[in-house]
């Protein structure tokens, strides 16, 4: 069995995959499987099976978004350690043994992420202070925004058993998803060294598609706050409250400002909702349709 189990869900991005391939088959750390999951592309991608051979391992499905890619993934793999790459991101050669090495010195820690290297449109970009990464517990602070990559991240599969899989209803912010459901629960890990470069500016990405992507955030919040499995503890759903709350004060300013008045009735549902406590309505799910909001 290998030590790593390294996903990579790929979308029309046949070029930026090959770098994210070969940044993982260059690694000086080699026991790993590579599962590469094209989510119907339509341009060249189908040629990284022939191209790369048993060095990964590749399937295609139907094109149903990131969070199936990669839940696939997770389906396919076999290794205790689950580590992601987005396939417009590299990893610098010495990320999975620099994992190894935390994994060993930090048996308790079942989640943990290294710092990044941040290029957009070519260019090196320092991060603001507010995406500044912590260690410890982050929940809270992972409220107003994503806080985890997943190309820097590595999980034990036991917490896919314990908290779930990606929410494949969410067209975006499925990361910060799953850290919320993780972080009020498990420590998470930090490896202070920049082992990824991540790249951003391209127009595809999913930032540029989807407008308004707190109205995903709010969906993660209220879904948890309503979680009858994990419930949060009373500290941590006050502080969600209190997000989801000024996140659905943007989203109606917004909507007014554009004359949007059904996700603006929308909006108005989920704050009462929140208000309320009421965990019966299903105003929320509205938020996640990629569509809704035009």
Partial sequence: MPYFSVIIPVYNRYHYAKSAIESVLYQNFTDHEVIVVDDGSSDSTPLLAEEYGKSIRYVRQEHSGVSAARNRGIAMSVSEHIAFLDSDDTWHNDKLSSHKQYIETNPGVLIHQTEETWIRNSKRVNPKIIHRKRSGKIFIDSLALCLISPSASVLHRSLF??????????????????????????????????????????????????????????????????????????????????????????????????????FAENIRGVIRQILDGDCSSKDYLNLAKSEYYL
């Fill in 161 to 262: 058993d314990l908290y779930g899989l990606f929410d494949e209803a969410l067209p975006a912010c499925e990361d910060y998803d799953l850290w919320l459901r993780i972080t009020p629960f498990e420590d998470v890990g930090l490896i202070q060294r920049e082992l990824i470069t991540r790249n951003a500016g391209h127009p595809d990405q999913l930032s540029a598609i989807h407008p308004a992507m707190d109205r995903f955030r709010v969906y993660s919040i209220i879904k948890l706050l309503c979680s009858r499995q994990h419930p949060l503890p009373k500290m941590y759903a006050e502080a969600a409250r209190s997000t989801a709350m000024e996140k659905c004060s943007i989203l109606l300013n917004g909507a007014i400002k554009r004359n949007n008045m059904v």
